[in-house]
């Protein structure tokens, strides 16, 4: 199988391409090397386990040809950090929300099965105890969590709207599958 992960050169994305290779896959790695780091993935490239593509989710062409060419897509890039998320709110808004809509349209023009992440970031600033999804305090939402909340909503509609494809979209919030809970077992 041929996975195309975008942000694949990030954390996250870069131990999927170390586990996804090990079981035997083809990756590549689209990435605009923007808080990723070409080095979480240069032992893979080395040895030709992951073509890397420098590039990024919200070009329309080179996306929809890396889907072509894709299995599945496993679409984890973003515009990510606090500061850079408060400096240029709506800038990172639409590049997030652009990305999501570029890459899963082309999941679903090609029929191919989709994944999309969020973080725990949409439950917004918290330091009292668990998290609690059912939680409506919008006044202590950072602009994180309002920017993840609003991709999580459209990668959510694409989905609706794409009825026949929308068995093919899968959604996760990272925090709450690799969180510190997770972590501590």
Known sequence: MRYLITGGAGFVGSHLSDALTALGHD??????????RLSNIEHLRADGRVTFVAGSACDELVVDELVRESDHVLHLASAVGVQLVVDNPLETLLSNVRGIDVVLGAAARHGRRALFTSTSEVYGKHSNGALDEARHDHAVLAALARADRVEEAHGHDLCALR???????FAERLGDRIGPARLRR
């Open 27 to 36: 990756v590549t790695v689209l990435d605009d090397l923007s808080t990723g």
């Open 163 to 169: 009825v026949v494809a929308a068995r093919n979209r």
